[in-house]
């Protein structure tokens, strides 16, 4: 089952963050973008084939840490 996630994403600033952010998202299996601002993204994921921890170390890679998954 396809869940929606509301992340909020701290150390973004500017367009070029968000798009940063949305590149990291987007390359993860799994995961659909649906909107990314600064300092928040909103995707659907497959459970099954992605979990809290590799959206959260995905931003972490980029230096951009999640807050708040809801």
Excluded: Q
């Amino acid at each position: 089952m396809i869940m929606e996630k509301e992340l909020t994403i701290g150390g973004m600033s500017c367009m070029h963050c968000v798009h940063a952010v949305r590149g990291a998202l987007s390359n993860l299996e799994g995961v659909e973008v649906k909107e990314v601002r600064i300092g928040h993204a909103t995707v659907s994921v497959d459970p099954e084939r992605v979990d809290d921890a590799k959206l959260r170390r995905a931003l972490d890679d980029e230096g951009y840490p999640v807050e708040a998954i809801a």
